[in-house]
């Protein structure tokens, strides 16, 4: 009852999370700009996670929970479910492309036959049409199945021809986004270059546009690009010498670019040898005096930076439903084990240790589930704000689900650490996504600066947050330590508000796993919830200065002497 009121009531979401107002004031920290600046910023915003670092709780965008599709858009969902399930578990052999380091011919054809490669290109340009949160779902029955289809199909659609799609004029969709959509063009995402990875303003690739205007050369190499030896089409970002209109000085801004193989002088390397999702190619990619016309500009010239980062941030809501996929398929691998093992005459299942990693696992599995539909629904209802929230998701999924194999291996004990078992390749693909677009280390910087810069007054913060200012002031955009934590407590919070929404929604509906989703939710609030307390107890803590500049000079002296420094304890 008490979670089927919440939706009805701002000032209850504080109560339920046990959460007042003076401790999610806490979480803001401001970060670069000063007080005059913040007053000034008067704009009012509906995301829930900008809210919570101004210590507010805006519930437009969590509650209800979204449901979003309509009578036929359900039913055409529910048509493709089937056949996509279907397909990977009975044509796909992930195994097999594991060991032979792609995807399969016939799979691959019989994926480009089911429309697998234009889901979101609109119908009358060849493709599915599909909104947000049905391209979710046959995603999650894809990374349940094989992470390295889901890059191949991911580099393809979700980054690779989504600046065509965000950014596009009409005559560049017509012409590419229908052999996009049929998979006869397989497209790529090229940002990434030997010195600019995380910075991606660094790049050093670059487009000199023409005397006469027509054509722009682009000269530079991309590093690590998924479907890099595959693809026909390249989004390239490049950057542009452009005069500073205020002091006439030229200036390299990063343009975003349609490159066409068939231009010339565009090649790759060999297959890179990678970790884990090896049915995926990944190669470098070289542009050799390409000639590209100038309508094959993304985007405005000079306006490549905001292509790519929109991008990215359209994206990686993706990568929470895949994951999520994911850990349902390992869950079920790691309860099969557990109710036919038998150990000191009782099945596995039975024991305290091995009920706590299920609804551990579990519990990781729903919140990642409620965050990747939150943030489709929020997406397909018209909300333009949900960069910190896809971030937030993209965060979580790709470490619970590294959780969830890791104790799905451990319930299987020996068994699943044998290659057989399939584990141990789930394990191996999940690796690179705390990694690719956007490290986790950085997203997680991205989430706490984003949150600071869009608080409009000072005054709205609580005694840490002043605390914070006083003592950092623009500095504490240097202050990763601290940054790293707020940035935790808001996926904590964010991480709560949307189960609490999500087993509301089936409480109201009186669905049949209401109870069950209320416990999830009861379980992984109070963890959270002391998880948020502690992390704000360290930042307001003197303590908490010594152990940062401890880590800090651990590190330092260990980078300074090549690796570990203490001397073995035997002398030698």
């Known amino acids: 009852m008490l979670l089927r009121k919440v939706s009805q009531s701002s000032s209850l979401c504080g109560t339920i999370l046990r959460m ?37 709780i805006a519930t437009p965008q969590v509650f209800p929970y979204p449901s979003v599709m309509n009578e036929e858009q359900e039913q055409f969902l529910r048509e493709l479910v089937g056949p996509v399930s279907k397909f990977f578990e009975e044509v796909n052999d992930p195994a097999k492309n594991d060991t032979l380091e792609k995807v399969e011919d016939h799979t691959m054809q019989g994926l480009k036959e089911m429309g697998a490669f234009g889901l979101q290109v609109p119908a009358d340009l060849g493709g599915l049409g599909l909104t947000n949160t049905q391209y979710a779902r046959l995603v999650e029955i894809v990374g349940s199945h094989d992470l390295g289809v889901g890059i191949t199909l991911g580099a393809h659609q979700s980054i690779g021809f989504k600046g065509i799609l965000l950014f596009g004029n009409p005559a560049q969709k017509e012409k590419y986004l229908p052999k996009l959509a049929s998979g006869e063009n397989i497209a790529a995402f090229c940002l990434t270059e030997p010195a600019s990875g995380s910075d991606a303003a660094s790049i050093k690739t670059t487009a000199v546009q023409s005397a006469c205007g027509q ?57 890179e040898k990678k970790m884990g999702i090896k049915a995926s190619n990944t190669a470098e990619v070289y542009f050799d005096n390409v000639r590209v016309p100038a309508d094959c500009v993304l985007g405005e010239v000079g306006g490549g930076f905001k292509v790519a980062m929109n991008i990215l941030n359209n994206g990686r809501f993706g990568m929470a439903a895949a994951l999520s996929g994911t850990m349902k398929g390992v869950i079920t691998k790691a309860v099969d084990h557990a109710t036919n093992r038998t150990q000191f005459g009782n099945k596995i299942h039975n024991y305290g240790a091995i009920q706590e990693k299920v609804a551990r696992m579990t519990m990781l599995q729903y919140v990642t589930e409620s965050m990747a539909y939150m943030i489709s629904g929020n997406m397909d209802s018209g909300a333009s704000e949900f960069q910190i929230e896809a971030a937030i998701s993209k965060i979580f999924a790709s470490e619970a689900a590294w959780t969830v194999a890791d104790e799905c291996i451990q319930i299987m004990g020996g068994m699943g650490f044998m290659k057989d078992s399939g584990v141990e390749r789930v394990m191996r693909d999940l690796r690179i996504f705390r990694i690719f677009e956007g490290t986790n280390d950085i997203l997680r910087l991205f989430v706490a600066l984003n949150g600071f810069q869009t608080v409009k007054a000072i005054e709205q913060f609580g005694a840490v947050i002043e605390e914070l200012l006083i003592k950092h002031g623009k500095k504490i955009i240097d202050e990763q330590f601290v940054l790293k934590r707020v940035a935790d407590c808001a996926i904590d919070l964010y991480a709560m508000i949307v189960v609490l929404s999500r087993a509301s929604r089936s409480l109201s509906q009186g669905c049949v796993s209401a109870q069950h989703e209320k416990m999830l939710c009861e379980t992984w609030c109070l963890e959270a919830y002391a998880r948020i307390i502690q992390e704000i107890k360290t930042l307001r803590s003197s303590e908490s200065r010594q152990l940062f500049k401890n880590l800090r000079a651990i590190s330092t002296a260990v980078v300074d002497n090549g690796g570990v420094v203490a001397p073995h304890p035997l002398g030698f």
């Open 215 to 271: 054509y722009f050369t682009l000269n530079g190499g991309k590093i690590w690009i998924s479907n890099g030896g595959l693809s026909e089409i390249f989004t390239v970002f490049a950057k542009t010498p452009m005069k500073d209109p205020k002091t006439g000085e030229m200036k390299d801004k990063i343009t975003a670019f349609i490159v066409e193989r068939s231009f010339g002088g565009v090649t790759h390397g060999p297959p």
């Open 20 to 56: 007042p107002p003076v401790i999610s004031q806490r979480l803001a920290v401001a970060a670069l700009q000063n007080k005059r600046l913040y007053a000034s910023q008067a704009q009012e915003s509906k995301s829930f996670a900008v809210n919570i670092f101004k210590g507010q």
